[in-house]
Nanobody, 122 residues
Framework: QVQLVESGGGLVQPGGSLRLSCTVS?????????MAWYRQAPGKQRDLVAS???????NYADSVKGRFTISRDNAKNTVYLQMNSLKPEDTAVYYC???????????????WGQGTKVTVSS
């Protein structure tokens, strides 16, 4: 079973910062490919915020480019999202997503974290 545990959400004032973390735990040998962060605001669909493939260049949504930074620590099986200059429109539940190749399987599958709430308000 693949399990993703997220942390770091909370309440912050506009212009503030937060860092989200997501750690992947699997009961058997595995390889992690792309790691990403999505967010879903009330009444809206879940949208991609940022992604970081294995050994590849990062990708950001236009709305967060220049303010958010995605990074990964492969030794810890962890992906981070550093969020600076936060705006009220960043308020959403943030979800970690990873593509994981399990030993004995033909290809990678996608898995989701439980979500962590970020509220930006004065």
């Amino acid at each position: 079973q693949v399990q993703l545990v997220e942390s770091g959400g909370g309440l912050v004032q506009p212009g503030g910062s937060l860092r989200l973390s997501c750690t992947v735990s699997v009961s058997i040998s595995f390889s992690i490919y792309t790691m990403a962060w999505y967010r879903q605001a009330p009444g809206k669909q879940r949208d991609l915020v940022a992604s970081i493939p294995s050994g590849g260049i990062t990708n950001y949504a236009d709305s967060v480019k220049g303010r958010f930074t995605i990074s990964r620590d492969n030794a810890k099986n962890t992906v981070y999202l550093q969020m600076n200059s936060l705006k009220p429109e960043d308020t959403a539940v943030y979800y970690c997503n990873v593509r994981v190749k399990l030993i004995g399987t033909p290809g990678p599958g996608a898995y989701w974290g439980q979500g962590t709430k970020v509220t930006v308000s004065s």
